[in-house]
């Protein structure tokens, strides 16, 4: 069965500093990729998504991911990150449009001043 | 405007009560989603539907009924709620041939 890791539980940065958000997948074919972000209260929106093409895909609010098929992953980054940036950041995983996504565990951005 | 909307935004219920959570979208997309949310484990997929009159089981469906009474709209129910069943539940639509959801702000379930 397909399984997504994300490895940090939580993630803290300063306002200003680049993040990383780490994900790995286990499926022998590439599936559709996700990033989604929960911030408090609210429901998931998607960030970003890929399939196929270019490696490095952008989102929206300055986030990008980068696909590599060599070690099963897809990390999330963005170069400088802004105190509303705090949230869950989800990675998910598709084969089948049919049956909806399956997420991560999620990681928690904490972002201070 | 919100597109995918959820009712109740929070419920308590006692044990063994019938409990049901609603979703309505106005998006006009065929396939609608139930997951829960719990601290450790995720999203995890309960049923969904791509088509009114129909649904189809998800990864944990014991425990809970789904049902699909127009495309809008998309009830989680369950029969009997058990302690296990406290959790965020949120709804979710996607437009066929696209693996992009959508989702509602989620109904905080307590049962007790």
């Known amino acids: 069965a397909q399984s997504v890791t994300q490895p940090d539980a939580r993630v803290t940065v300063s306002e200003g500093a680049s993040l990383q958000l780490r994900c790995k997948y286990s499926?022998?074919?590439?599936?559709?990729l996700f990033w989604y972000v929960q911030y408090p209260r609210q429901g998931l929106q998607m960030l970003l998504k890929y399939y196929s093409g270019d490696p490095v895909v952008q989102g929206v609010n300055g986030f990008e991911a980068e696909f590599s098929k060599s070690d099963s992953s897809f990390h999330l980054r963005k170069a400088s990150v802004h105190w509303s940036d705090s949230a869950v950041y989800f990675c998910?995983?598709?084969?089948?449009?049919?049956?909806?996504?399956?997420f991560g565990l999620g990681t928690r951005v904490s972002v201070f001043p | 405007e919100a597109a995918v909307t959820q009712s109740p935004r929070s419920k308590v219920a006692v044990t063994g009560g019938k409990v049901t959570l609603s979703c309505h979208q106005t998006?006009?997309?065929?396939?609608m989603y139930w997951y829960r949310q719990d601290t450790g484990h995720g999203l995890r997929l309960i049923h969904y539907?791509?088509?009114?009159?129909?649904?189809e089981k998800g990864d944990i469906p014991d425990g809970y009924k789904a049902s699909r009474p127009s495309q809008e709209n998309f009830s989680l129910i369950l029969e009997l709620a058990s302690l296990s069943q406290t959790a965020v539940y949120f709804c979710a639509s996607s437009p066929t041939g696209k693996n992009t959801l959508y989702f509602g702000a989620g109904t905080r379930l307590s049962v007790l």
């Open positions: 499926y022998s074919a590439t599936p559709y």
């Open positions: 998006n006009n997309h065929d396939y």
């Open positions: 539907s791509y088509v009114a009159d129909s649904t």
């Open positions: 998910a995983v598709s084969y089948n449009y049919a049956q909806g996504l399956t």
